[in-house]
């Protein structure tokens, strides 16, 4: 069973920035997607971010586009999302997410099987 473990979140005033790593351990090994969802009060939970292992591919949502990057690193076996300059509407519980189905960077959330327990991010005006 595949575990997830977030880390990084906090509070930061508009235009701060905060890097948001997550821990991948356990099977399954065939990871075909890596990605980042939030999601905020009274909201569903929208993706952020996506990474497809096997061309390095990513996707973005408009939102965030030029503000975030998704990277991978192997040998820590962790996903992170670099966001800069943040902004009040960033404001959400952040999830990393893993699908082994996936065959696009573009991946819809119901791709994705095994989630993390989430990791706040709170930016202030």
């Known amino acids: 069973e595949l575990q997830l473990k977030e880390s990084g979140g906090g509070s930061v005033e508009a235009g701060g920035s905060l890097k948001l790593s997550c821990v991948i351990s356990?099977?399954?090994?065939?990871?075909?997607?890596l990605g980042w969802f939030r999601q905020a009060p009274g909201k569903e939970r929208e993706g952020v971010a996506t990474?497809?292992?096997?061309?390095?591919?990513?996707h973005y949502a408009d939102s965030v586009k030029g503000r975030f990057t998704i990277s991978q690193d192997n040998a820590k076996n962790t996903v992170n999302l670099q966001m800069n300059d943040l902004k009040p509407e960033d404001t959400a519980m952040y999830y990393c997410?893993?699908?082994?189905?996936?065959?696009?960077?573009?991946?819809?959330?119901?791709?994705?099987?095994?989630w993390g327990q989430g990791t706040q991010v709170t930016v202030s005006s």
């Open positions: 990474i497809y292992i096997r061309d390095s591919s990513t």
């Open positions: 356990g099977w399954p090994r065939m990871r075909y997607c």
């Open positions: 997410a893993v699908s082994i189905t996936c065959l696009r960077a573009n991946a819809g959330l119901w791709e994705f099987a095994y």
